[in-house]
């Protein structure tokens, strides 16, 4: 009786921790936290999941929080997937997991102005204090317009009041109205304060505050000024375009804009 008993005791504890697809949750744990038993990734996100069980979020969605960020994503880069409150980027600016695969020159002695030349990679600080890396907007599928300005400069304000008003008769082409229908992403690059200096990010905000568009991020130059120094070709405000892959199209402010406007 007492080995029938012990068997008994094998066979129940055997069923308990029973891990089906070998993920490191049993199956009565996947039962419970609603998670495939023969699946160790229930959403394919790239997670387990076990993984998925210590971050608490949703084994069944690849994004569990709806912050337009994948679980995945966030992971790597150290945000909560199950918080929309701590995400990767504040300002929603979309997110390329393949950005490393770019040959980008990440020093300003390597920037060439020659039509197919890769855009300077770099991280730069936008308005809401988060640090940018500019191949995020690389393989989306759209023209990427940036925008080199100063805040003391009168037309750079012109060009994003037109921009921020989505104003496509202010003298800018159909910029603004590509901006405002999601049709290119535009990036403000500022080069300098009314001080003449590398702005700070009360300036970048303030500026977004007098031109307020969400789809617009606000970025301060590098402390070496790298952009402008390598892109102002006519003067302030400078704009260029790059295609998907953030390879230079066009390099002159009106040609730029004639390239916009036909699109």
């Known amino acids: ?16 921790n ?6 490191g949750l049993t199956d009565a744990e996947e039962e419970d936290f609603g998670s495939d038993p023969e699946s160790t990734d229930s959403d394919g996100d790239g997670l387990t999941d076990a993984e998925e069980f210590e971050l608490n979020s949703d084994p069944n969605s690849d994004d569990s929080d709806e912050d337009g960020y994948l679980d995945a ?16 980027y504040v300002g929603d600016w979309p997110y390329n997991p ?3 695969s770019y ?20 991280e730069l600080l936008d308005q809401f ?26 037309p750079c304000n012109d060009l994003a009041r037109a921009i921020a008003n989505g104003n496509p008769n202010a003298g800018w082409g159909r910029a603004p109205e590509l901006v405002h229908s999601g049709e290119i992403y535009w990036l403000t690059i500022l080069g300098e304060n009314n001080s003449g200096q590398v702005p700070s990010v009360d300036d970048l905000y303030g500026w977004y505050t007098d031109y307020p568009d969400d ?31 953030l390879e230079l199209v066009e390099s002159d402010t009106n040609a730029s804009l004639n390239f916009l406007s036909g699109l």
């Open 1 to 16: 009786m007492r080995s029938l008993l012990f068997l008994s005791g094998l066979v129940l504890t055997a069923c308990f």
């Open 18 to 23: 029973k891990d089906t697809d070998g993920d």
């Open 73 to 88: 994503w966030e992971v790597a880069e150290g945000t909560d997937p199950a918080d929309a409150d701590d995400k990767i």
């Open 98 to 100: 393949d950005k490393d």
């Open 103 to 122: 040959d980008a020159p990440t020093s300003a002695s390597d920037v060439s102005t020659a039509v197919g030349s890769p855009l300077l990679r770099m």
């Open 129 to 154: 204090g988060d640090m940018v890396d500019l191949y995020d907007f690389a393989g989306q599928g759209k023209y990427v317009a940036v925008d080199i300005s100063a805040i003391w400069c009168p």
């Open 215 to 245: 789809r617009v991020p606000v970025l301060a130059d590098s402390d070496g000024r790298d952009f402008a120094n390598e892109y102002i070709g006519a003067g302030w405000p400078t704009v260029l375009v790059f295609d998907e892959n």
